[in-house]
């Protein structure tokens, strides 16, 4: 008696339960089909103004990223600077439909780039902000210049990302997350030196998503993927539309040129040194060699882009004596371009070296000057120290010193 009256009592509070538990669950069920209809109607919205990017660099190496078609008069597609590196030139395909669908196979543009394809040129780089600008001579008709947010995303919103990973067969792959934060960041990254707004979001971004569109529920712009966490799982920053909008109203900078494609411009004989930098035999007047060298990457700060170019000239076990030291002194207030450096290597060991650091978007001719200079600086001093001690050039004027020494 005592065991059907639990039963009977078991019941009933289950029944009670699952009425209590089931318009929770049809709530559930309901907002997650909302959200879906939801996110595949952003989906359709965004897809338009999404492309897909290739460009080489001026070591013939091929890499692709993601962008978003921004400016309809202007034909202007904004990406990351990272995905366009010092190209000039890339090559840009918006999405096709066949039979109705939209083609989602890289082969299938591959295999089409003369149909698909439209080049664009490089016509603006902030490697600050990681953004850049390329310019398309056309574009298809289907295409559409996306939306801009005119204000940021809040934390805890829900956005949409279309991109092209890397690891995929297939292109104008969707995504969904949240905001998690918004903030400046400063930090570094493979690309480069980075300080601009960020959105950080819980989206999977991955190489090749780089550049794609991250917008809200309204399939508005609100910033641009830029890279993931390398130790937080879902993890992902990208560049706020504040930072968008201020680049694209701020005077407009290209890349410079990637070193190998100066040298050649140049027509400067150059080989590949093991150390990744190229290096230059520049032939003296006295008939000896001087070895220069050019750094591969460009360094930069903010906008200014500078291009590296150095000579060693002495390797020694042994602390450069304050002599030596205070004569490099004296002749750095007097050269024009670069100065005097000495390091201690991870061996221990003092090396005495020549660089100059000039405007990287110089013309070819300005770098080829430069490492003439920095040569014949570089090998003069190489053979006076060999030749003299100290005490011997003690009473020689930097200025006389540099002048005979470029005389030659």
């Known amino acids: 008696m005592f065991r059907c009256r639990l039963t009977r009592m078991l019941r009933i509070a289950f029944h009670r339960w699952m009425s209590l538990l089931c318009p929770a669950v049809m709530l559930v069920i309901s907002l997650q089909a909302t959200n879906a209809m939801a996110g595949g109607e952003t989906y359709k919205k965004v897809l338009p103004s999404t492309v897909w990017i290739i460009t080489a660099n001026g070591e013939d190496q091929t890499s692709t990223g993601t962008g978003v078609f921004i400016d309809a008069d202007k034909k202007l597609v904004l990406t990351n600077a990272h995905v366009v590196g010092d190209s000039r030139t890339a090559v840009v395909f918006f999405p096709e439909k ?24 490089i016509v603006a780089v902030d490697r600050k902000r990681d953004l850049a600008l390329i310019e398309l001579a056309e574009v298809p008709e289907r295409a559409e210049a996306i939306a801009m947010a005119e204000t940021s995303v809040t934390t805890g919103e829900s956005v949409d990302l279309i991109g092209n990973p890397g690891g995929s067969d297939v292109l104008w792959v969707y995504t969904s997350g949240t905001v ?81 494609v100066v040298l050649k411009n140049a027509e400067v004989d150059f080989e590949l040194h093991s150390t990744g930098h190229y290096e230059v035999k520049q032939k003296l007047a006295s008939g000896t060699t001087q070895s220069v060298f050019v750094a591969k990457d460009t360094e930069y700060f903010q906008r200014a882009d500078v291009r590296k170019v150095w000579s060693l000239v002495s390797v020694s076990s042994d602390e450069p004596s304050a002599e030596l030291m205070m004569r490099l002194m004296r002749q750095n207030s007097a050269t024009k371009i670069g100065g005097w450096v000495v390091e201690k290597n991870g061996a221990g060991e003092f090396l005495i070296l020549y660089v100059a650091k000039l405007d990287a978007t110089a013309p070819d001719e300005a770098v080829a000057a430069s490492i003439d200079y920095v040569a014949r600086i570089a090998g003069a001093m190489s053979k006076q120290l060999k030749s003299k001690t100290p005490e011997e050039t003690k009473t020689e004027s930097s200025t006389q010193t540099l002048a005979s020494w470029l005389a030659k």
């Open 180 to 260: 998690r934060s918004i903030y400046q960041k400063k930090f570094k990254s493979d690309h480069g030196e980075h300080d601009f707004r960020v959105v950080e979001t819980q989206t999977p971004i991955k190489p090749g998503d780089s550049g794609g569109p991250v917008v809200n529920q309204a399939g508005e712009l609100i910033a641009i993927a830029q890279s993931f966490s390398p130790s937080q799982n879902l993890v992902s920053y990208c560049v706020d539309v504040q930072e968008i909008n201020a680049f694209v109203k701020s005077p407009w900078k290209a890349a410079p040129l990637g070193t190998k």
């Open 98 to 121: 066949k039979n109705g669908e939209t083609m989602v196979k890289r082969k299938q543009y591959l295999d089409s780039v003369l149909k698909l394809a439209q080049p664009g040129r």
